[in-house]
C-alpha cells in the first residue's frame, strides 16, 4: 500500500472561516476520495476527486462548500469553507489504484476540525 | 443505492473469546465487501476483501469473514480474540466495477483481559 499524510492533522478553527486539507500520496493513483466522519457517526463520502477536471460530489455536499481540487496524481486538496460547528468533524482521504493495480481504498490518517 | 447495517455497535470481550461481528448489506448486483479496522489513534486499515470466489475470506491477524449471498451479509469472525483488537471495526460496500464505498455505522470491540 501508499503512504498517504493529511495536512493538518487536527486544528481548530472560527465560525464563518475556511480551512483548506492536503492530502500527499508517495505514490501516482488513479483515484482520490474525501470522507467525512461526523462525531459517533460512519464515514460518508463527500465527494470524487478527479484529475485534471472538477470533482464528482455525493448528494448533499456543493463544490461551493467543499471545492476540491486534484492537479496531479499524488495530491488533492479539501476546503471547508464558511465553517460552523456542524462541520466538526474528522475528515478522511482515501485512495485507490496504486501503480500495483489494486482496487482498494486506503486511507489516510484524516484531519481532526473543530469549529467554534 | 447501497446501505450497510451493522447490528453490534458496542461488544465485550474477554480475551480468548470468540467473536462474530455482523454485516449485511442491500444491493442488488453484485458487490465487492470490505472490513476496515481503526485501532485507538491509528487510521482506518485494511482488515480484508471479498470480490469473488471462495466466499470465505481470511485477513490479517487471524480474521476472516463469509459471505453468504442468499442472506447479504459478510460477517467477521475470529476463534480467540486478543486484548490488542480492541479497536472499531467497519463493514464497507462497494458496486462491482464502481468506486463509491458505503460504510456501516461501526462496531466498538473492548477486549477485556
Request: proline content about 4%; hydrophobic content about 35%.
Amino acid at each position: 500500500s501508499a503512504v498517504i499524510s493529511q495536512k493538518p492533522s487536527r486544528d481548530i478553527c472560527q465560525r464563518g472561516t475556511s480551512l483548506t486539507i492536503q492530502c500527499q500520496v508517495d505514490s501516482q493513483v488513479t483515484m482520490m476520495f474525501w470522507y467525512r466522519q461526523q462525531p459517533g457517526q460512519s464515514l460518508t463520502l463527500i465527494a470524487t476527486a478527479n484529475q485534471g477536471s472538477e470533482a464528482t460530489y455525493e448528494s448533499g455536499f456543493v463544490i461551493d462548500k467543499f471545492p476540491i481540487s486534484r492537479p496531479n496524481l499524488t495530491f488533492s486538496t479539501l476546503t471547508v469553507s464558511n465553517m460552523s460547528p456542524e462541520d466538526s468533524s474528522i475528515y478522511l482521504c482515501s485512495v485507490e489504484g496504486l501503480v500495483m493495480g489494486t482496487d482498494t481504498q486506503y486511507f489516510g490518517p484524516g484531519t481532526r476540525l473543530t469549529v467554534l | 443505492a447501497q446501505s450497510v447495517s451493522q447490528h453490534n455497535h458496542h461488544v465485550i470481550l474477554s480475551e480468548a473469546a470468540s467473536l462474530e461481528l455482523g454485516c449485511n448489506y442491500s444491493y442488488g448486483g453484485t458487490v465487492n465487501l470490505f472490513w476496515y479496522v481503526q485501532y485507538p489513534g491509528q487510521h482506518l486499515q485494511l482488515l480484508l476483501k471479498y470480490f469473488s470466489g471462495d466466499p470465505l475470506v481470511k485477513g490479517i491477524k487471524g480474521f476472516e469473514a463469509e459471505f453468504i449471498k442468499s442472506k447479504f451479509s459478510f460477517n467477521l469472525r475470529k476463534p480467540s480474540v486478543q486484548w490488542s483488537d480492541t479497536a472499531e471495526y467497519f463493514c464497507a460496500v462497494r458496486p462491482g466495477g464502481g468506486n463509491k464505498l458505503t460504510f456501516g455505522t461501526g462496531t466498538q470491540l473492548k477486549v477485556e483481559l
